[in-house]
């Protein structure tokens, strides 16, 4: 079976090809500026073939969808005979709100309760449903699948959801937590099971998601628990441009002496923030790393911070799970950075964290391995993320049950 | 529809504000006038002002660099053809404009829109001589576009509704909330708002309260963001004075008949921020300096004049 994974955003949308017999990737691409002049699809053959670029006019997203089914069909560029070959589409949705807690079958009654949870995620369903929408026009009779983003962390209780405000906000407006990067917590949770050789029902584990967002989420027998994002991605972990947890009255305090409009303390906690804002050099990790520590005095400020941020919360989740069998490492800075796992887990031998600093240093670009030491109570997982296969997966369980 | 491209003549504060505000929403645009030196000039302002968004955290330097690279300048009013949208921003005159528009109605194809920003001229005024005149519309951004969420739009006559929809369109890819009007010189926030201004500068020249204080009780009496007269000297005296004789030469009311104050202002050059001195004095940022309000005193003598 053929599944196509589309995550639309406002004027772009990435798309990717799976050939579910074997999991491995047909084609995948990225098309932009959509309904702007110089649109373009930059499309690939499998994972890693030669970039093909095609400068055409998209007018919107039903016509870029259009184009890369085109695409995928055409005689040089095109990986099927036919878009019958293509049974389902599987959708990135980021918020489901509180009605969502697995992935769904899309239908007329779900889009609607996905339109209801717009207001979470103002910039990011609209787009989402422009997708599926323009899918079901093009292709009336394909199933289609959403996964979201919120779905994982749906299994968290009132204690760990609530925020300390007067309750009428959560019973009239559903302000709570809701946690995001569900898809990969729950995809690194289940291969760190396959690692361990146990049963993900018997276990206690904390997966650490670094890449341009970051949270860390606390999963006791398979089910998330606790989550550093909150009611929006910018609360918890310290992130390359988003401040993570502020005091807000911080927030009230600067707004009223510098007489900053809600749009700029907006951006001022996404934008210029996090370790761009303390480094004043960069928001990318990598960039503060050259030359560690050596580097400069603000780039070492930036790390620790970052990585002391890391820590706080390990110890908290450790006390919330009532203990941890493994750490999981995942995205782009989780997955290539041994200078901030070796920073998170330096003195943590108490809580039975230890990692060998050899092993550590050469598991990265797409390595996977366990970086603890060898008599280390806790296991120290390095797993690479791969949210478009989890999508296609579910995808593929949800239309095979039909 | 096709792909949008908006195209933008005039290079005045609201031009340059539209060319910005198209621009942050993602969209291309070409502004346009005949002095390619003025245009480099409107761009420097674009870049100016986009400056003054980051050092308030409003943007980063990449967003700035996006933006830039999304304006580009004409001296060609042949690029209009290639346009989705095509809004007028040139200095009031119904003459000017609607030659303007009878230029465009025979260069873009006929689903281009065509957008007036006059709030003194109407619509169907506009469109005479134009061959599709359903598909001219106005909206009349504010001053400084960027942070004015508003926008006023009127139909002339002949407007269709496919042009309205799209105005409605435009407005909410530029995230301002759409009032409609009937097409009347002024339209809402001009015509209210000039004998406000009137009567403030009247209060003023009669002595009766100083220029801070007059904003002041404005502002905090009516919860207004800012006094008449600071948002005057952000909307251009000059401006509002033309718009005053034009609207008391088309109502016949004398809360229009422009206040002596004004007239003696703009005769010196007190233009507002462009000019550095309005009712107040601003330093080459932009910024108003405290205590700078003005005086009577200062417009009575001749000494005025010799001041500048």
Redesign the interface.
């Given at each position: 079976m053929k599944i196509l994974v589309l995550n639309c955003g406002s004027s772009s949308l990435k798309y990717q090809l799976f050939d579910m017999t074997d999991k491995s990737v047909m084609a995948k691409g990225l098309v932009q500026r959509i309904g702007i002049a110089g649109s373009n699809i930059v499309h690939r053959k499998g994972d890693d073939g030669p970039k093909v670029t095609i400068n055409t006019e998209i007018l919107d997203h039903k016509d870029g969808i259009r184009k890369v089914f085109d695409l995928l069909a055409s005689a040089d560029n095109g990986v099927v005979k036919s878009l019958k070959e293509i049974e389902a589409v599987g959708h990135r949705i980021v918020h489901g709100g509180d009605k969502f807690a697995s992935s769904v079958l899309l239908t007329e009654e779900v889009l609607q309760a996905i339109r209801d949870c717009i207001v979470f995620a103002p910039l990011h369903n609209p787009p989402n449903l422009k997708g599926v929408e323009a899918v079901s026009e093009i292709l009336p009779t394909i199933r289609q699948v959403g996964v979201f983003d919120t779905a994982f962390h749906q299994t968290m209780k009132p204690e760990a959801f609530l925020y300390g405000i007067p309750y009428t906000f959560y019973e009239k407006e559903r302000i709570r937590r809701y946690g995001f990067h569900g898809t990969s917590h729950r995809f690194v949770s289940k291969r760190a099971a396959q690692l361990l050789k146990r049963p993900l029902e018997e276990l206690k584990l904390i997966t650490i998601h670094l890449g341009n967002g970051c949270s860390i989420c606390a999963i006791d027998k398979g089910k998330s628990v606790e989550t550093s994002m909150g009611h929006t991605p910018l609360e918890g972990l310290i992130m390359g441009t988003r401040s993570g947890d502020v005091d807000p009255a911080i927030i009230l305090h600067i707004m009223k002496r510098h007489e900053l409009t809600p749009h700029e303390v907006d951006n001022l906690l996404n934008k210029h923030s996090g370790v761009l804002g303390i480094s004043a050099e960069s928001s990318d990790l990598r960039d503060l790393e050259e030359g560690w520590p050596t580097r400069s005095e603000r780039a070492n400020l930036a790390l620790d911070v970052y990585s002391h941020r890391i820590k706080k919360y390990i110890g908290a989740y450790i006390a919330v799970l009532n203990g941890c069998d493994a750490l999981v490492w995942t995205a782009g800075v989780g997955e290539n950075s041994p200078i901030v796992r070796s920073i998170v887990c330096k003195e943590l031998g108490w809580l039975g964290i230890e990692i060998d600093p050899v092993v550590n240093d050469k598991t990265w670009r797409g390595a996977e391995g366990d970086i603890a030491t060898p008599n280390a109570k806790v296991r120290n997982f390095v797993i690479p993320t791969n949210e478009e296969l989890v999508i296609a997966e579910d995808t593929l369980e949800i239309v095979g049950k039909r | 529809?096709?792909?949008?491209?908006v195209v933008v003549f005039g290079i005045g504060p609201v031009g340059q504000g539209l060319a910005q505000a198209v621009a942050t929403s993602?969209?291309?645009v070409v502004l346009i006038d005949e002095s390619a030196e003025k245009l480099q000039e409107a761009l420097g302002k674009i870049s100016q002002a986009l400056d003054s968004e980051i050092a308030?955290?409003?943007?980063?330097e990449g967003?700035k660099k996006g933006i830039l690279g999304r304006i580009r300048t004409s001296t060609d009013m042949k690029e209009a053809s290639k346009a989705s949208h095509v809004i007028e921003t040139i200095p009031e005159g119904l003459e000017v404009k609607r030659d303007l528009f009878r230029k465009l109605d025979g260069i873009c194809p006929v689903d281009t829109l065509l957008i007036s920003n006059s709030a003194t001229s109407t619509v169907t005024d506009l469109s005479h001589g134009m061959k599709y005149p359903g598909r001219l519309i106005g909206m009349h951004f504010l001053n400084p576009v960027r942070k004015t969420p508003v926008v006023e739009v009127s139909r002339g006559i002949q407007t269709s509704d496919a042009s309205f929809e799209t105005a409605k369109r435009f407005a909410k890819m530029l995230d301002k909330t759409v009032i409609q009007v009937y097409e009347y010189p002024g339209l809402v926030t001009t015509r209210v708002f000039l004998p406000m201004l009137n009567q403030a500068a009247k209060v003023l020249n009669e002595g009766i309260a100083g220029c801070e204080d007059i904003d002041t009780a404005m502002k905090l009496g009516f919860g207004l963001n800012m006094g008449p007269f600071a948002l005057a000297d952000q909307m251009g005296i000059d401006a509002l004075l033309s718009w005053m004789e034009q609207l008391h030469h088309e109502t016949n009311d004398n809360a229009f008949l422009p206040s002596k104050l004004i007239r003696k202002m703009v005769r010196a050059g007190l233009n507002g921020i462009k000019s550095g001195r309005g009712f107040y004095r601003y330093g080459p940022d932009g910024r108003r300096i405290d205590g700078s309000g003005l005086s009577i005193g200062e417009l009575s003598a001749p000494a005025a004049i010799s001041q500048r």
């Open positions: - | 529809m096709s792909q949008k491209l993602g969209c291309d308030r955290w409003g943007l980063t967003e």
